[in-house]
C-alpha cells in the first residue's frame, strides 16, 4: 500500500501523507512514494499541489524516520538521503506546493514544508526543528532554508531549543501564510489552489524557479566547505548522535554528557 495518496481536483493535485502507524514519518519508502506522486502530478499537467495529512491525524508528520538514520559514521542527511531528494523534488516542483497543516510538523518534516512554497494551517499545527534532540548535526542547506524563512534570532530559538512553535508564534513569525479554523483549512486551501489554477502557470513557474535560483546562489569558498564538513563530521561520528539515536529507539531519554 503507498504511503501517500495522490487525488486530482480540477487543475490541482492532493497528496495526502499515509503512514498514520508511523506518525507519518519519511522513511525512504514514504519519500520514494511522494516522488513519484510528483511525477504523475507533472505528468498529468497540475498547476498546483496541495501537500497535506489526514484531518484526523494530530502529528502531520514526525519528520525523518530514525530508525533509518545511517550509524555507520555516514553522514544523516547526505545529498543523497532520501529526505532531502524529497525536499528537492518539492522545491524543484515547476507549480506551486501548498502544505496545509494540521497537526504538528517535527524536525525533517518542518525543513519540507519550509520548501512547500506556502503553508496554510489551523490552530492545531506546531512546527519544531529537532536535531538537537538526536545529537544531529543539521546540514548547511537545510539551515539556509530556515534563515530564507525566519528572522535569525527565530531560528536559533527553534534549532537551540526543539521546541514546537505553535500556530500564533508560526503566524506571527512568518512560518504560516494563514492561519484558519480547523473546519476552515480544507475549503480555505482548496480554493487558494483553485484561485492560483485560473492565473498563467506560465508566468508562475518561471517566477518559482528564479526565486529559487536567487534564493539558491548565495555562495561558500571551498575551504569554508571543507570546514563546515569537518565540524559536522565530528559531530554526526561523535557520541552524542549515536546515543541520541539509541536513546529514541529505545525510547528513553538521551544521556548528552
Ligand atoms: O513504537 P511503535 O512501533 O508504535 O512506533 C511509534 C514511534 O516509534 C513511531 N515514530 C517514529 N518512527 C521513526 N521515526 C520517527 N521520527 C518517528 N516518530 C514516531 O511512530 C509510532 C507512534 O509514535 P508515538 O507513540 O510516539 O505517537 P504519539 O502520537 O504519542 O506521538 C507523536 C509524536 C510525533 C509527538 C512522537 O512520535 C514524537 O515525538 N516523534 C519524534 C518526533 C521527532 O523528534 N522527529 C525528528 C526525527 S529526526 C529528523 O527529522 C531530523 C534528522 S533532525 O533530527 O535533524 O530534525
Known amino acids: 500500500m ?3 495518496h495522490t487525488e486530482l481536483v480540477d487543475k490541482f493535485g492532493v497528496i495526502t501523507l499515509n503512514r498514520e502507524e508511523k506518525r507519518n514519518a519519511l522513511s525512504a519508502e514514504l519519500i520514494s512514494d511522494l516522488v513519484a506522486a510528483l511525477d504523475f502530478m507533472k505528468q498529468s499537467n497540475v498547476r498546483a499541489i496541495i501537500l497535506r495529512a489526514s484531518s484526523k491525524s494530530k502529528t502531520w508528520s514526525a519528520g525523518h524516520d530514525v530508525s533509518e538514520l545511517p550509524r555507520n559514521n555516514a553522514d544523516p542527511l547526505r ?6 531528494e524529497g525536499i528537492r523534488a518539492i522545491n524543484r516542483f515547476p507549480t506551486p506546493v501548498i502544505a496545509m497543516v494540521h497537526g504538528t510538523v517535527w524536525g525533517g518534516a518542518c525543513d519540507l514544508t519550509f520548501n512547500c512554497d506556502l503553508i496554510v494551517g489551523d490552530p492545531t499545527c506546531a512546527f519544531a526543528i529537532t536535531p538537537a534532540k538526536l545529537g544531529v548535526p543539521y546540514n548547511p542547506s537545510g539551515i539556509m532554508h530556515f534563515l530564507m524563512r525566519l528572522p535569525l534570532n527565530v531560528v536559533k530559538e527553534m534549532f537551540f531549543t526543539a521546541l514546537p512553535l505553535n500556530a500564533d508564534r508560526a503566524l506571527q513569525v512568518g512560518i504560516l501564510n494563514h492561519l484558519v479554523s480547523e473546519d476552515e483549512l480544507e475549503a480555505f486551501t482548496y ?12 508566468s508562475i513557474s518561471v517566477i518559482k524557479e528564479q526565486a529559487r535560483i536567487i534564493a539558491d546562489s548565495f555562495s561558500i569558498n571551498t575551504e569554508t566547505w571543507e570546514y563546515i564538513q569537518e565540524l559536522r563530521r565530528r559531530v554526526y561520528q561523535g557520541r552524542h548522535y549515536h546515543e541520541g539515536i539509541e536513546a529514541f529507539l529505545e525510547k528513553r531519554s538521551p544521556n548528552f554528557v
Open 2 to 4: 503507498s504511503s501517500v
Open 79 to 84: 545529498w543523497s538521503d532520501p529526505l532531502e
Open 191 to 202: 480554493n487558494l489552489a483553485t484561485h492560483i489554477c485560473t492565473l498563467s502557470h506560465h
